[in-house]
């Protein structure tokens, strides 16, 4: 079984159905016992940092999906929910994360040129640094849907990806059995639905 | 790099697609859901709900069709129509919408982008706005088109994006429906004055009115169509493409 932590923020439908449309059996789930008696869970989030971190930690499912990451669960944060696998975000001051991978959040603006438009939204290739079991039916060059004005900064052995938006902006990492993904693989169409049948078998 | 974006919009009433449809192959080409699948397989890169009932019954259904929607299809749904506060957001992205594009209730209620960007983030939210020239001034229009609201469009929409819209949909009354291109004068005042994404609307007739958008407003993000994609006149693929053949970054 696969748990979509709810903790009140994000899109947890469509989430939701990507699962049931590849066949998994899928619960949107705030209690901590389902995250710890399901096989993979998935950390989504929309929004803003501070404000999502606060709710995860609220929630009392923080602590939970801290033990089950460490005892070697598959863990894919989602957007804004792979920022918060990280030590801390720069997203107006200075907020901590879960610290499952080491490293930080900070505007995409620091490294993109001035005429790039903040969000990047819209459809933008990946580039394949690193292999990882979430790739497992990826291509170079598959097209995923970003939506997001800061982005993950951490050692590039954790970056399984990069997509070019005037710099090369991290697009998925791994650390272990913890996965992120920068875009949407719900809202990626085939090549985003192939990622999550992936990551039910890593 | 990021792509050029090809949207249809399906405008929906009483739960069906309305303005014809003619599709071979689809066993019922007025309903959103095999409409938007098929879009979805054809190389659509989003998918723009237009909820044009005006019944609290129509509304029922309509999000009922957008949940059975959002069930069957993962590219981004966007959805408008009759969003007049932060209870409509929360009705339609309950049911599987991703972004909310407010017109008349943005021109009614000045706090409703700022309230919604600050509960749902600004990615949430799409000014679109319905403009068309008065006497040599771009004017905001309401109500889908009839009522002059007298306010300067480019302004106006740069107010609406520093109070929190993440997306501009840019509807030209003056060529929508006239199937000769885009309106380019327009759509590069709006460019110049924002820096978020850009979506155009109303005037396409053929490929190559999606070309000259491109090249000619390099700000452009999108093309948003109806019509020509409903009728087959254009198809996506193809449209895509001639855009991949003329070095404009999309999606195949």
């Keep these: ?202 | 790099m990021i792509t050029k974006r090809i949207i249809p919009c399906l405008d929906v009433r009483n739960g069906r697609v309305v303005k014809g449809v003619n599709f071979q192959g689809l066993n019922d080409v007025n309903s959103p859901v095999e409409l938007a699948k098929y879009y979805s397989d054809n190389g659509a890169d989003e998918l723009v709900f237009y909820d044009i009932t005006a019944s609290s019954d129509g509304r029922k259904i309509f999000t009922d069709i957008l949940r059975e929607t959002a069930r069957n299809v993962f590219i981004p749904l966007t959805v408008g129509g009759g969003i007049s506060g932060v209870s409509d957001f929360e009705r339609v992205l309950s049911c599987g919408a991703d972004k909310v594009s407010v017109n008349t209730g943005a021109i009614m209620n000045p706090n409703l982008i700022p309230e919604a960007a600050k509960l749902y983030g600004s990615q949430c939210v799409v000014i679109s706005a319905d403009v068309k020239r008065v006497d040599g001034q771009f004017h905001v229009f309401a109500r889908g088109g009839r009522d002059d609201t007298g306010i300067e469009a480019i302004g106006w929409i740069r107010r609406c994006v520093d109070a929190g819209a993440g997306e501009v949909v840019l509807n030209s009354i003056d060529t929508d429906g006239v199937k000769q291109g885009f309106d380019l004068e327009m759509l590069k005042a709006v460019c110049d004055v924002v820096s978020v994404p850009v979506i155009a609307s109303g005037g396409a007739g053929s490929i190559d009115d999606f070309i000259s958008l491109f090249k000619t407003v390099p700000g452009v993000d999108a093309g948003l169509a109806a019509s020509i994609f409903h009728f087959g006149e254009v198809a996506i693929m193809d449209l895509k493409h001639r855009m991949y053949d003329e070095n404009i970054p999309v999606r195949l």
């Excluded at chain 1, 606060?54 to 009392?60: D, M, Q, T, V, Y």
């Excluded at chain 1, 992120?180 to 999550?196: D, I, R, T, W, Y």
């Design chain 1, 1 to 202: 079984m696969i748990a979509i932590v709810n903790y009140g923020v994000g899109n947890l439908f469509s989430l939701e159905s990507s699962f049931n449309a590849i066949g998994q059996n899928v619960i949107v789930t705030s209690d901590p016992n389902d995250l710890k008696h399901s096989d993979r869970i998935i950390l989504p989030g929309v929004g803003a940092f501070e404000d999502a971190a606060r709710k995860l930690f609220a929630s009392g499912l923080a602590e939970p999906l801290i033990d089950e990451a460490r005892k070697g669960k598959p863990v894919l944060g989602i957007c804004l929910g792979m920022q918060l696998l990280f030590t801390k975000s720069y997203e107006f001051g200075v907020h901590d994360g879960l610290n499952l991978i080491p490293g930080d959040v900070r505007p995409i603006s620091d490294i993109i040129p001035a005429d790039f438009k903040i969000p990047q939204i819209g459809w933008n290739s990946l580039h394949l640094t690193k292999p990882s079991g979430l790739f497992a039916n990826s291509h170079e060059g598959d097209y995923v849907y970003f939506v997001h004005s800061y982005s993950a900064f951490c050692d590039s052995g954790y970056i399984t990806a990069i997509t070019d938006y005037g710099a090369g902006l991290t697009a998925a990492v791994q650390f272990g059995n913890v996965y992120g993904a920068q875009f949407h693989p719900e809202k990626s169409g085939n090549v985003g639905l192939n990622m999550l049948r992936a990551f039910c078998e890593v």
